[in-house]
Nanobody, 118 residues
Framework: QVQLVESGGGLVQAGGSLRLSCAAS????????MGWFRQAPGKERELVAA??????YYIDSVKGRFTISTDSGKNTVYLQMNSLKLEDTAVYYC?????????????WGQGTQVTVSS
């Protein structure tokens, strides 16, 4: 059974940093099969960052501030978030998919709250 467990969320002041971690168990995922999403209150869930073959995807609003990375030995994906803004406040979800060719993610973590205060 696949499980994704996020950690590292919390309350941070604007301009601060947080590092989210997501540990996968039950199977091994390639870096191309994992990503980070977020959902703010009243908004749709959006893909924040993901590794694609040959490049890395970031939503425009986090480019230059967030960095996704993976540790294949630990089957873990990270999201380093710097220069956090109020609008980054959301529940952040780690997700994984069976095929790197697919746009659909089959596996989801429980989410971790990130709150940025002024």
């Amino acid at each position: 059974q696949v499980q994704l467990v996020e950690s590292g969320g919390g309350l941070v002041q604007a301009g601060g940093s947080l590092r989210l971690s997501c540990a996968a168990s039950g199977r091994t995922f390639s870096r191309y099969n994992m990503g980070w999403f977020r959902q703010a209150p009243g908004k749709e869930r959006e893909l924040v960052a993901a590794c694609t073959v040959g490049s890395t995807y970031y939503i425009d609003s986090v480019k230059g501030r967030f960095t996704i990375s993976t540790d294949s030995g630990k089957n873990t994906v990270y999201l380093q978030m710097n220069s956090l803004k109020l609008e980054d406040t959301a529940v952040y979800y780690c997700a994984a998919k069976d095929s790197f060719l697919s746009r659909e993610y089959e596996y989801w973590g429980q989410g971790t709250q990130v709150t940025v205060s002024s």
